[in-house]
């Protein structure tokens, strides 16, 4: 099978080198200076699970020819989407597979409209990984999960051929047959650590310690659940109760990558989280009022920092 990763950054080169490191036929799509950082040192990754070196991998650059992939793993932010889509177009047949890890909910009918409702999967991963000072991928906790899966819960005979080409790999590739569930719940969690660790500007165990922190843990949860169950998500029963259980266990120095991006005055994906969710509160007539505080605090930071 025939894999094209978009990008080698923090995601796509840990997911891109463990199948690599397995055998797996993988090509990287990268920008020019990732390119010459490749071709200087490599592909480097430093994880817990085991270091990987590989001094020369297959790459290609948007507008080089090449066949049509099976597969494209797609783990670009938000904001880039658009010219992502752009980009692997060329790369694209009738049956090539759009597998997605992006965080949140709006990106798949963005990809469906492009490529069809067919083409496009169901995937999220949960990871931490950051880029070195040489673009070496650091990977530093025991948790490196990546979930996919068709998005109607079938296992057909194509995510079966995927599953097989994932299996034995160093990471855990997992196959859903409830994968929109999974994306929803995963959206709704990180739609309220990001928000309110954005919010307060801290780590989560602060934030929990004070009584209106936690009560405001709960309320975006609410807020962002409400919305989605209106809008038919597949939630589960009691999800909201489960995820503030989960927020009270986390590290006290937890901090969400969107308040990382922040505290590097990077680009943020404010619109694709909670955009994307306060317009669709205007339709149904839902009231949000903590998920418009923190769209408001993220557009000010967006206006004035960037």
């Known amino acids: 099978m025939r894999i094209l990763v978009v990008g080698a950054g923090a995601i796509g080169g840990y997911f891109g080198g463990r199948l690599l490191e397995k055998g797996e036929d993988v090509t990287f799509l990268v920008r020019e200076k990732r390119k010459q950082q490749l071709e200087k040192y490599g592909l480097l990754v430093e994880s ?12 290609i650059q948007s507008g080089e020819k090449a066949d049509a992939f099976d597969v494209i793993l797609l783990s670009t932010k938000a904001y880039h989407l658009e010219g992502a889509i752009k980009d692997i177009r060329p790369y694209t047949g009738g049956n090539t597979l759009i597998l997605p890890l ?5 990106h798949v009918d963005e990809l469906t409209a492009a490529f069809g409702e067919a083409n496009v999967l169901g995937g999220l991963c949960f990871i931490e990984t950051t880029l070195g000072e040489n673009g070496e ?28 080409a ?5 990471a855990n590739f997992r196959l859903s047959e409830n994968i929109e569930q999974e994306m929803w719940h995963k959206y709704l969690f990180i739609s309220t650590l990001s928000g309110v660790t954005s919010l307060f500007r ?28 209106d809008l038919d998500a597949p939630l589960a029963d009691g999800i909201e109760d489960a995820q503030v259980q989960k927020i009270k266990e986390m590290g006290y120095e937890m901090k969400s990558s969107l308040q990382r991006d922040m505290e590097k005055l990077q680009a943020i994906e404010a619109d694709h989280f909670f955009g994307y969710l306060l ?6 007539d839902l009231d949000a009022p903590i998920i418009g505080a923190i769209y408001a605090n993220l557009k000010v930071y967006e206006k004035n920092s960037l």
């Open 102 to 106: 992006l965080n949140g909910i709006a």
């Open 166 to 170: 994932f299996s034995g790999t160093k």
């Open 137 to 164: 991928v650091i990977q530093t906790s025991p948790v490196h999960d990546f979930v996919f899966g068709e998005r109607s819960g079938e296992k057909t005979e194509r995510i079966l051929k995927l599953q097989e």
């Open 48 to 59: 817990v699970h085991g270091d990987m070196t590989f001094p020369e991998l297959k790459t």
């Open 202 to 229: 801290s780590p989560i165990g602060p934030i929990r310690d004070q009584t209106f922190g936690l009560n405001s843990v709960k309320e975006v949860l609410r807020e962002a659940s409400a919305i989605m169950r």
């Open 279 to 284: 317009k669709k509160a205007e339709l149904l």
